[in-house]
């Protein structure tokens, strides 16, 4: 069963940091780009940021640049969120998720095809 | 940034009715554009990619059109399932952005 894990949430003080981790299962985990999406309480979603299958590609919401760092251990099928200078507006449930990429005449799309089931990040004192 | 602008931000509707959601991009994004469906705390679901395409196991009751900066999605005959909170996602830039989400509740 094609399947993500999150876990590392947790409640943290502003400034502080935070490292969740996404445990991926069921599917060659090197082969595809994957994303980190957030939903503050009560809002929408919002896409954080995005790794490619090995690493080279690598791209942040402006909310985020600078103080989260994407990365991934393909060896461990693992991809990861380290969160720095965390403020009360990063507070919010994230999601990792898979990114499909599908070839049609000649171009590629990409979409979010497998999702995990979310980890609670709460910025508080 | 692109902004992804979806109307109406609800919608009351009926079982079996025909339920049509807008989303408009603030620039050209050809046909890079997503749709989610997402039930309370519960992780969204993808059903339409690349404006037109059907997910996989998505009953066909849903479909999506659209190109450039004007999409829409359509649910054909609602179904009691269909209630929850849908959202469009650009894929065309590397900032990718959702919209603000539509809320379709039970008339």
């Known amino acids: 069963e094609v399947q993500l894990v999150e876990s590392g949430g947790g409640l943290v003080k502003p400034g502080g940091s935070l490292r969740l981790s996404c445990a991926a299962s069921g599917f060659t985990f090197s082969s595809y780009s994957m994303n980190w999406v957030r939903q503050a309480p009560g809002k929408g979603l919002e896409w954080v940021s995005s790794i490619s299958s090995s690493s080279s590609y690598i791209y942040y919401a402006d909310s985020v640049k600078g103080r989260f760092t994407i990365s991934r251990d393909n060896a461990k099928n693992s991809l990861y969120l380290q969160m720095n200078s965390l403020r009360a507006e990063d507070t919010a449930v994230y999601y990792c998720?898979?990114?499909?990429?599908?070839?049609?005449?000649?171009?590629?799309?990409?979409?979010?095809?497998?999702w995990g089931k979310g980890t609670t990040v709460t910025v508080s004192s | 940034d692109i902004q992804m602008t979806q109307s109406p931000s609800s919608l009351s509707a009926s079982v079996g009715d025909r339920v049509t959601i807008t989303c408009r991009a603030s620039q050209s994004i050809s046909s890079y554009l997503n749709w989610y469906q997402q039930k309370p705390g519960k992780a969204p679901k993808l059903l339409i990619y690349a404006a037109s395409s059907l997910q996989s196991g998505v009953p066909s009751r849903f479909s999506g059109s659209g190109s450039g900066t004007d999409f829409t999605l359509t649910i054909s005959s609602l179904q009691p399932e269909d209630f929850a909170t849908y959202y469009c996602?650009?894929?065309?830039?590397?900032?990718?952005?959702f919209g603000q989400g539509t809320k379709l509740e039970i008339k």
């Open positions: 998720a898979r990114v499909f990429e599908w070839l049609r005449e000649s171009y590629y799309y990409y979409y979010m095809d497998v």
């Open positions: 996602q650009q894929s065309y830039s590397t900032q990718s952005t």
